[in-house]
Structure formats: C-alpha cells, structure tokens
C-alpha cells in the first residue's frame, strides 16, 4: 500500500523559535497534501490543504502566517510552525490521496517549553 | 463544524462483548474510512467502505454504511483488552479530496 511518511515522529522546542516538520508521499505522487492537528482527547482538525506549485489553503480559524506551508515538489510538503508557543503544543499528522484514498503519516507530536 | 458526529463518544465494555460505534456525516460523500488510534499514537486505517457499499468486513470487524441517512456503524466483536483505542470515522466529500473527521469514539475494553 502506498506510504506517507512523516518526519520528525516528535520534537521539543523552546517558546519562540520555528520547527519544521515534513511530510513525504514514498510511493506516489500527491499534488495535494493535507495538514492536521490534534490536542489531546480530541479528534483530527484539518488546518490546511497542501498544493504543489502554489499557495496553501487554510481553514478557517486557522493563521496562515503561523503555520507555513511549502510544496515545493510532487513528494513533498512542509509545515512551519513559526514563533512557537506552548499553545501550539499538539499531535500533527499530515495525509496524502492517491485516488480516493488516504494516506496518513505517522503524526508528529510538538511540544514547545 | 467541520466535524461529523460519533457515538458514543465513550464506551466501556468487557473482553468478549461486542462493541458498536456510530457516525453521522454532513455532505455527500466518495468513501467513509474507520480508523483506530492508540493514545497519542498515529492513525490505523482499519477499513474503507465506498459510497455504492453497504456493508463490508474485515476480520472481527463490521462496517455499514447508510447514504440515505448519512451514516455508518462501526461493529467489533469478541472484543479484546488489545481493542482499547479510540476510533474515528472519517470521509471524503464528492467533488473534494479533504478527509474530515468525527468527533471520535474512546473505546475501554476491560479484561
């Protein structure tokens, strides 16, 4: 089955700097690419459609100049999060269609101190 | 809300019994995809049942899917301790590719 992988698994940051986290499609090519966060005890919340070649989507509520997003290829898309604080602290997960389906990566769980 | 709607949002049940979790959808819909996640872990894709299907297994799993109630039913049975988790539906409206998910549902099989 295709593979999307998600890299780092988990990071710790201090309040004020950036982290960027990526997501791969391994297996096939994905023009789109989805971000989501999760606080704890709580469900997956879209954050942003990913495009290759062209500026993110974001949904609403959701501040673009915070969480940055670049596709810069067929494989892969990378998420910002800027200026981070210890609000921003949550599981991201990013996901991949190929046809219909999607694919997940393993998540990545933030933690700013 | 962007989210659809589970229950029950938690459920408590003894190794052994069934277990049945509920979905609720708002728009038309490609598919409809039941995923497991282990406390703070990643997503286990656990079936996807496609909007021309009714029903679908998978092991000890049972999946419906009711288009014309915009719903579907997520059935586990002979649970195992190994089954606590929670448990999210989630779609893929028509005409889009986003995947938006349910509240979730936190299964607790005791042993």
């Known amino acids: 089955g295709a593979v999307v992988s998600q890299h780092p698994s988990w990071v710790i940051c201090k309040s004020g700097t950036s982290v960027k986290i990526e997501c791969r499609s391994l297996d096939f090519q994905a023009t789109t690419m989805f971000w989501y966060r999760q606080f704890p005890k709580q469900s997956l919340m879209l954050m942003a459609t990913?495009?290759?070649?062209?500026?993110?989507?974001?949904e609403q509520g959701v501040e673009k100049d915070k969480f940055l997003i670049n596709h810069a290829s067929l494989t892969l898309s990378t998420l910002t999060v800027t200026s981070a604080h210890p609000e921003d602290s949550s599981f991201y997960i990013c996901?991949?269609?190929?046809?219909?389906?999607?694919?997940f990566g393993q998540g990545t769980r933030l933690t700013v101190v | 809300s962007q989210q659809g709607e589970e229950d029950p949002q938690a459920l408590s049940i003894q190794e052994g019994e069934n277990a049945t979790m509920n979905c609720s959808y708002k728009t038309s819909i490609n598919n409809l995809q039941w995923y497991r996640q282990n406390s703070g872990r990643g997503l286990v894709h656990l079936i996807l049942i496609r909007s021309n299907e009714r029903e679908k297994h998978s092991g000890r799993l049972r999946v419906t899917l009711d288009t014309s109630k915009k719903s579907s039913s997520l059935l586990i049975t002979a649970s195992r301790a190994a089954d606590t988790a929670s448990y999210f539906c989630a779609t893929d409206a028509t005409g889009g590719f986003k995947t938006i998910f349910g509240a979730g549902t936190r299964l607790f099989v005791k042993a």
């Open positions: 996901s991949a269609n190929r046809g219909t389906e999607a694919f």
């Open positions: 990913s495009n290759e070649g062209s500026k993110a989507t974001y």
